[in-house]
């Protein structure tokens, strides 16, 4: 605390990320991150890219991005918002649409983000409980609130809602929902068909997780005109360069090389299917993952201490302290190799503690 804060930041309660050690070299299965670089269409993009037009601001309406994603996604281009990461995105939204009279609502076991953005634009919010095997039950989302956001799939636990489910959500309420689909990609079913039906869906993405490009911090809002008016006014009221001129060109880039984006997913998602039969051979539960990490938790080893083992194996993994899955472990989908070794490592802890005993 300081006497020179404000009485808001005083009171916020700020998003801690997953670790990003600068000294140490990890096998790194804690941010979610891909473990494969992003298309070379990016390095000759980079590469190319016309050093001179550094001297100019951006083009504020990101419109060469705009136009390749409605390009990619059937859409119109003043149905698309570019923000610097979808972070960015989500902040924005909460501004746009959230109002602050109602709470608004999102599950209890989600993105830890969300509840940050309330206390920082003073939004009030009710977590809705997950059901016993940590699923969304949309039905708990009827009656009064002010907006609802929800991960599809959902993060930590990788667990995806389905279409009809969403479309359900939509047809319950009249306020703003949003979608966060962060990782649908890997296996879920995006809600960019409901778009034309539902004025009041924004579906958020990002080219962070399936397009390897984290670092470039690439965020997209998706929905009718109306809802991304909304967000330019916000954007337009708070910084009108988002995403500078070279992320831009790396983006247009990524979404021409589609054949590599495919290549990438498909193999994490076959990776996916390894690890999870061989975490379920060393006694883990494992969720069922629709995502690029799989939620677990250990019969008889508690995960914090699973956690401490794999840091000192040179692995990194997700662990939250928080109620409900504190037992839990979340664990990225790396590369073949990245997750034999953790199997490795898992096998060296579990048989060094039989030892002990
Ligand atoms: C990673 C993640 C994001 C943020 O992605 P950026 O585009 O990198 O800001 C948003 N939502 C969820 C659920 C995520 O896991």
């Given at each position: 605390?300081?006497?020179?804060?404000?009485?808001?930041?005083?009171?916020?309660?700020?998003?801690?990320?997953?670790?990003?050690?600068?000294?140490h070299?990890?096998?790194?299965?804690?941010?979610?991150?891909?473990?494969?670089?992003?298309?070379?269409?990016?390095?000759?993009?980079?590469?190319g890219?016309?050093?001179?037009?550094?001297?100019?601001?951006?083009?504020?309406?990101?419109?060469d991005?705009?136009?390749?994603?409605?390009?990619?996604?059937?859409?119109?281009?003043?149905?698309?918002?570019?923000?610097?990461?979808?972070?960015?995105?989500?902040?924005?939204?909460?501004?746009?649409?959230?109002?602050?009279?109602?709470?608004?609502?999102?599950?209890?076991?989600?993105?830890?983000?969300?509840?940050?953005?309330?206390?920082?634009?003073?939004?009030?919010?009710?977590?809705?409980?997950?059901?016993?095997?940590?699923?969304?039950?949309?039905?708990?989302?009827?009656?009064?609130n002010?907006?609802?956001?929800?991960?599809?799939?959902?993060a930590?636990?990788?667990i995806?809602?389905?279409?009809?489910?969403?479309?359900?959500?939509?047809?319950?309420?009249?306020?703003?929902?949003?979608?966060?689909?962060?990782?649908?990609?890997?296996?879920?079913?995006?809600?960019?068909?409901?778009?034309?039906?539902?004025?009041?869906?924004?579906?958020?993405?990002?080219?962070?997780k399936?397009?390897?490009?984290?670092?470039?911090?690439?965020?997209?809002a998706?929905?009718?005109?109306?809802?991304?008016?909304?967000?330019?006014?916000?954007?337009?009221?708070f910084?009108s360069?988002?995403?500078?001129?070279?992320?831009?060109?790396?983006?247009?880039?990524?979404?021409?090389?589609?054949?590599?984006?495919?290549?990438?997913?498909?193999?994490?998602?076959?990776?996916?299917?390894?690890?999870?039969?061989?975490?379920?051979?060393?006694?883990?539960?494992?969720?069922?993952?629709?995502?690029?990490?799989?939620?677990?938790?250990?019969?008889?080893?508690?995960?914090?201490?699973?956690?401490?083992?794999?840091?000192?194996?040179?692995?990194?993994?997700?662990?939250?302290?928080?109620?409900?899955?504190?037992?839990?472990?979340?664990?990225?989908?790396?590369?073949?190799?990245?997750?034999?070794?953790?199997?490795?490592?898992?096998?060296?802890?579990?048989?060094?503690?039989?030892?002990?005993?």
């Amino acid at each position: 605390m300081s006497q020179f804060w404000s009485d808001l930041v005083q009171q916020l309660d700020p998003y801690v990320p997953g670790e990003q050690p600068q000294d140490h070299q990890y096998i790194k299965l804690n941010t979610n991150e891909n473990p494969y670089p992003p298309s070379p269409e990016v390095a000759k993009a980079i590469q190319g890219f016309p050093l001179e037009s550094l001297r100019r601001y951006p083009d504020p309406e990101s419109s060469d991005l705009r136009k390749a994603l409605a390009g990619y996604f059937s859409l119109e281009p003043n149905q698309i918002f570019i923000g610097n990461g979808s972070d960015e995105v989500l902040a924005h939204s909460y501004q746009a649409f959230f109002s602050g009279r109602d709470p608004i609502l999102f599950p209890d076991i989600s993105y830890s983000f969300y509840p940050a953005y309330c206390s920082l634009y003073q939004i009030k919010y009710r977590s809705i409980a997950l059901d016993k095997k940590l699923c969304v039950d949309v039905s708990d989302y009827r009656g009064a609130n002010g907006g609802i956001i929800i991960p599809n799939p959902n993060a930590p636990t990788g667990i995806a809602l389905s279409l009809d489910a969403i479309r359900e959500l939509l047809e319950n309420t009249t306020s703003v929902v949003i979608v966060d689909e962060a990782y649908v990609d890997f296996g879920a079913e995006s809600a960019l068909r409901l778009i034309a039906d539902f004025p009041n869906l924004l579906v958020i993405q990002t080219f962070s997780k399936s397009r390897s490009l984290a670092g470039m911090r690439l965020g997209y809002a998706l929905g009718q005109p109306e809802l991304i008016e909304g967000l330019n006014r916000v954007k337009n009221s708070f910084n009108s360069y988002p995403v500078d001129s070279l992320a831009s060109a790396v983006a247009v880039a990524s979404l021409k090389d589609e054949a590599w984006f495919q290549q990438c997913r498909d193999r994490i998602i076959s990776t996916r299917g390894w690890l999870e039969i061989a975490l379920t051979e060393l006694a883990f539960k494992v969720y069922p993952s629709a995502s690029n990490f799989l939620f677990v938790q250990h019969a008889s080893f508690p995960a914090h201490d699973l956690y401490q083992k794999l840091k000192k194996a040179g692995i990194l993994v997700r662990y939250f302290d928080a109620p409900r899955i504190d037992n839990c472990l979340r664990i990225t989908i790396g590369s073949k190799d990245e997750c034999r070794s953790l199997i490795e490592a898992l096998k060296q802890i579990i048989m060094n503690s039989k030892i002990d005993e």
